[in-house]
């Protein structure tokens, strides 16, 4: 079954740390990879997006990883900021057009 | 910058009747999505639609759900006889290319209560 996990539930760090978020999947047969952000009851906003056949991508603060053979990707943000306080999911496109989403980081970043 | 949009933001039904709620995509996207996320669990795939028909779906979209494109712009999800197990927010999503190239771009999401 296609599942896609992600650790930890829920983040907390002072403004200005580097942070890492994680996020595994059992299939390693994706298309790609999609990291996003969501604040309280809003939609899905895209952060970076991970071809299969990459390894990374960055976009300002955010690098983005993947390792198809061991089903992890990371979410890594530099010098974080309080307006970075939201959910982060990470999602896996597969054949089937299926994108399978993680349950999400809640990131707090305090002042 | 161009995004996806959908109306209505909150749709409150009783309980049998039917909804449908109303996306507009990304003008020159191919692709169009609709996903669910009910309260505190993940989102989910509901189905997906290329070329005026339905490519993929799951089995969350069974039939009491549907899915048109009216005309050029709109991309609507109709749910035929609502359950109260259908309270979700529900997103709809676009993309100009499908696979591997496939960046997905999300709507803010309509939040169906049944009563």
């Known amino acids: 079954k296609q599942e896609v996990t992600q650790i930890p539930a829920a983040l907390s760090v002072p403004e200005g740390e580097n942070l890492v978020l994680n996020c595994s999947f059992t299939d390693s047969a994706i298309y790609n990879l999609q990291w996003f952000r969501q604040d309280p009851g809003k939609g899905l906003t895209s952060l970076l997006l991970i071809q299969s056949s990459q390894r990374e991508q960055t976009s300002g603060r955010l690098n983005a990883s993947l390792d198809k053979s061991s089903g992890r990707s990371t979410l890594y943000i530099a010098a974080s900021q309080p307006g970075d306080s939201a959910t982060y999911l990470c999602?896996?496109?597969?054949?089937?057009?299926?994108?399978?989403f993680g349950a999400g980081t809640r990131l707090t970043v305090k002042p | 910058e161009p995004e996806v949009t959908q109306t209505p933001s909150h749709q409150v039904t009783q309980m049998g009747q039917e909804v449908i709620l109303r996306c507009v995509p990304i003008s020159n996207h191919l692709y169009f999505y609709w996903y669910r996320q009910i309260l505190g669990q993940k989102v989910e795939f509901l189905v997906s639609f290329y070329n005026n028909e339905i490519s993929e779906k799951s089995e969350i979209f069974d039939d009491q759900f549907s899915v048109e494109r009216p005309d050029g712009s709109n991309f609507t999800l109709k749910i035929r006889s609502t359950k109260l197990e259908d309270s979700a927010m529900y997103f709809c999503?676009?993309?100009?290319?499908?696979?591997?190239?496939?960046?997905?771009?999300f709507g803010p999401g309509t939040r169906l209560t049944v009563l």
């Open positions: 999503a676009s993309s100009d290319v499908g696979r591997e190239y496939n960046e997905q771009f």
């Open positions: 999602a896996a496109l597969y054949n089937n057009n299926d994108m399978r």
